[in-house]
């Protein structure tokens, strides 16, 4: 009796062996990471015009937040952020270039430059992965450096210093690598989802990490042209109308679409984590962002909050939704949580683990504040009604976000702006001269903040500045609209 009850648990153990490694196996990782994506863009957050039905399956199937945002307004600092998981000041990453931006005779300071490569010194996320025993590609827009391999990749598809499609969104695809000898009419978005889809194929026995990081939808616009005359015919939306942007869009959901179907069919879907991230806020001049005020390069919520959600089959419940504000450093611990890798020991690290959060463990992060730090100026768009002025969509600024409350801090003029985002997510009513105490304990803690990570502030006046030509130029383009 003894030998049948040993032998029926040794038959338990080798029926069950195949389950409990699946169980303790690293999940593969799907990153996707979109280029000037506004919050609302997707149908899910409200687009009246853009179609994403299978980024909204996605988001249906995970945790969708709300109150997500990036490190920065505008792309190289975003992505500087995400992979190191540090605020701008550590990394220097302040601005695309290190050139100054806008014309000099409107510039009262001069702008801290900082760098525009990543050091290789910092170890990302994709390094701990690697060393975890991911195999680890990115395909698409890489922005750090004129090489990603050495920042922790296996392999890389059309990652260059480049902020841009190499030539626009049709052949030729310049020197991206892993781009040539692209066929008549092949559209960038199809492409880059096309490689990633190759590359699931290849590593389907083995834990994998995919930065899938399309150019989409950055300048130049440039349609999908089949699907042109789809969107032609349809109707506009009360927020969104942009038919150039809604193929775009569509491109990039088709390709989400096609890669959900490989992972279906290769019957991994259930073992991956799929994360959705924007790097800032939509362009302007194409899509809203309403009710938030901004776009991308303003430090407005239009400018940094983004569509966010994530994934997980059997972890993470389905249909869930935080309003927690989270913002990029965050994803660094939280991915290489999900990877079981370890962080680094010697790099300072400035976000959480979303785990706790993500398993419904826990549905607060505690009183934590959220920081941005933009020593520099970005010229405006022919729209700026949701700028400060008509110059500049930013100009060297802090925020700080702390509950409800969020501070901008411009060092032009000591300028102060307070917001209630529960009452005025829209950031229209400044409660910086009516609530005194709130300003002054914000500003404290940013201040604070500023030291700690040795946030350079611009403070040298710049001898081009021109007073009376910047309040000419402001006046002409308020007269012209």
Not at 74 to 86: I, K, M, T, V, Y
Not at 308 to 320: L, N, R
Not at 374 to 394: G, I, K, T
Request: a neutral charge.
């Amino acid at each position: 009796m003894l030998k049948l009850k040993i032998l029926g648990w040794s038959w338990c153990v080798v029926l069950l062996w195949p389950f409990v490694v699946c169980a303790n196996e690293s999940p593969n990782i799907l990153f996707i990471y979109l280029d000037d994506f506004g919050w609302r863009d997707t149908s899910y957050m409200g687009s009246d015009f853009y179609e994403t039905p299978h980024l909204d399956q996605l988001a249906g199937e995970g945790m969708v937040f709300t109150d997500a945002y990036s490190c920065a307004a505008n792309c190289a600092p975003a992505r500087a952020s995400l992979f190191s998981g540090q605020y701008t000041p550590r990394h220097r990453i302040f601005n695309v270039g290190t050139r100054p931006r806008g014309k000099a005779q409107f510039r009262k300071l001069e702008h801290i430059a900082g760098t525009d490569i990543l050091d290789p010194a910092i170890k990302t996320w994709a390094h701990q992965l690697q060393k975890a025993g991911y195999r680890t590609a990115t395909i698409g827009k890489w922005h750090l450096s004129h090489d990603p391999i050495p920042y922790g990749f296996d392999v890389n598809v059309g990652g260059t210093k480049s902020g841009g499609p190499p030539r626009g969104y049709y052949p030729p695809h310049g020197k991206a690598p892993g781009l040539g000898n692209a066929p008549s009419g092949e559209y960038l978005t199809d492409r880059l989802s096309q490689e990633a889809e190759s590359f699931i194929r290849e590593n389907a026995e083995r834990p994998w990490a995919l930065y899938l990081t399309h150019f989409a939808v950055h300048t130049p616009l440039q349609p999908k042209r089949e699907l042109v005359e789809k969107y032609r015919a349809k109707p506009p939306g009360k927020l969104h109308h942009d038919q150039v942007m809604a193929t775009m869009i569509q491109s990039v959901d088709d390709g989400v679409g096609r890669i959900q179907k490989c992972l279906d069919e290769l019957d991994l879907t259930d073992r991956t984590v799929v994360v959705f991230f924007s790097d800032n806020g939509g362009y302007g001049p194409a899509t809203d962002m309403d009710p938030l005020r901004g776009y991308k390069g303003t430090y407005y919520e239009g400018g940094i909050r983004e569509p966010f959600f994530v994934k997980w089959p059997g972890v993470i419940p389905a249909g869930s939704q935080s309003a927690e504000p989270v913002i990029g450093v965050d994803l660094y611990p939280t991915l290489c949580a999900i990877g079981d890798a370890e962080l680094p020991t010697r790099q300072s690290l400035d976000g959480v683990n979303l785990l706790p959060l993500l398993r419904g463990e826990v549905k607060s992060l505690g009183d934590r504040a959220l920081f941005w730090h933009f020593p520099a100026y970005l010229q405006a768009y022919q729209v700026w009604d949701e700028q400060r002025d008509p110059l500049f969509r930013s100009r060297p600024c802090s925020i700080i976000r702390l509950g409800d409350w969020k501070l901008h801090q411009y060092f032009e003029d000591n300028a102060l702006e307070l917001y209630n985002l529960r009452d005025d997510i829209g950031e229209q009513r400044n409660l910086a001269q009516s609530n005194p105490a709130k300003t002054q304990e914000l500003l404290k803690r940013l201040q604070q903040w500023q030291q700690a990570v040795d946030a350079p502030i611009p403070r040298k006046l710049n001898p081009a500045y021109d007073p009376k030509a910047e309040a000419r130029a402001i006046e002409a383009v308020r007269k012209r609209k």
